[in-house]
DNA sequence: CAGGTCACTTGATAAATATCAAGTATTGAT
DNA sequence: ATCAATACTTGATATTTATCAAGTGACCTG
């Protein structure tokens, strides 16, 4: 794997503290591989042979049960994804693809548990991640059996909104439509007409770009919890 | 604490490989405590002050929101609950209260940071404990997603029955109708039309005892699945 | 820039699910 | 054992959500 990827993946907090030997060790046999949209990297049900580390682009998570798919996430660079998977050495619970064109480097699984193993460090940065992933799904499960698909749309769009910094009252969705439908849990046509219904609270929408015109108000709608909406505790 | 527990909290997976000095260590300042059904032992958002043990009895998990109710799970002996926000040092995401007359052993969240930093041993305990957590609220969710009602209620009833062993044709529901018709998502009305839903395919309910007369046919309608079934991988 | 593909929208309808308002069982306490 | 409280059930209705069927609009691609 070419050297000037090292700093950029190192900078994750799963490795910086790692020790240079681990590192090094870790990066035995990986590699770096580009990828068009649209291509299958993970089918739910294999076995772990990789950690996925996404460096450019962005990879689907979603899943698949009796001919119906749902998205269960969308990771951004750079970040790791499947570690559960990887450290239980168990198949895959997701299927990933990428949405765009995409640069990954692919860890062995067997580095990522040998060095697990042997450096206390590494151990106790895959507690962190794991237990920041396990909360991070809670929280989106608590969403799903808590809120309707509007109030879902309307949190969604607010922790979009702080996501930006700052607060500006424009931003753009992150991704297509019908995928943000299936990531709120709902059917496309009624993400159309969740967005109609969220006019009345100030809401505009150009193509991918929303106007928040009164946050307040929709925050009065939303009631957004951190409990729920908060992705830093 | 009483010396008598801590063979039986000793033999737990997240326990077990610690070395004796740390899990004394672990123990200081723990207590045993008892306590009656309908008790709230935690509040989402406060502070993770210690790690619970459940040794006998049986604890319910929820949350809340905007006035409404979820039953995320319902912990069995023995076991530990709300690891994730005990070693990140975080608020609880979720509530907890007793559901029966329950015994619990409360460990300062404290200790089990203070090991978690200094013993590898722990510290690989626990990712294996959080990755098992993290992978079992993943097919949750995704059940959620991706199934209606009813189909959640079937595969329940195939869980529950092979979670008995053997695979009886009998058994109780483990929980009270409207605690489960929450913790599958749906209104308890709801569930009493779905379980006569499932009459057709040889489903009995008498009470909280459930009847699987035709496990193949029921199956066939439910359609399960390992990657979101299988509470072992 | 024309044409085709595909995402998105809109309207109509159907299905799933929740709510409300009775009832009927079951349970627990005295 | 009796009574009250509470869980559960059932029916009627309302709401939420999905599906189907046209459209319209955006974005490639040649």
Request: aromatic share 8%.
């Amino acid at each position: 794997m070419p050297e000037r990827y090292h700093d950029e993946i190192r900078r994750l907090p799963l490795f910086s503290d790692l020790s240079d030997e681990s590192f090094i060790s870790l990066l035995q046999g990986a590699y770096v591989q580009n990828f068009p949209p649209q291509i299958t990297l993970i089918d739910e049900g294999d076995t772990s042979d990789f950690l996925y580390i996404l460096v450019s682009g962005a990879v689907e998570m979603f899943s698949t049960w009796n001919g119906r798919e749902t998205s269960m996430d969308t990771i951004r660079p750079v970040t790791t994804f499947i570690l559960a998977a990887t450290v239980k050495d168990a198949v895959y619970l997701m299927s990933a693809r990428t949405v765009e064109k995409s640069r990954l480097i692919l860890l062995p699984s067997e580095n990522v548990r040998r060095i697990f193993e042997t450096d206390a460090t590494f151990a106790k940065c895959i507690v962190t991640e794991l237990a920041q992933g396990y909360r991070s799904i809670v929280k989106t499960s608590k969403e799903l059996k808590l809120r309707t698909s509007l109030e879902r749309l309307a949190n969604y769009l607010l922790r979009e909104q702080a996501r930006g910094g700052g607060g500006a009252a424009e931003f753009d969705l992150p991704m297509e439509k019908r995928r943000l439908a299936s990531y709120l849990g709902m059917a496309p046509e009624n993400l159309s007409r969740a967005f109609k219904a969220l006019q009345p609270y100030g809401v505009e929408v150009a193509g991918s770009r929303i106007t928040i015109n009164d946050e307040a108000d929709l925050r009065a709608f939303a009631k957004p919890s951190p409990l729920i909406d908060d992705a830093s505790i």
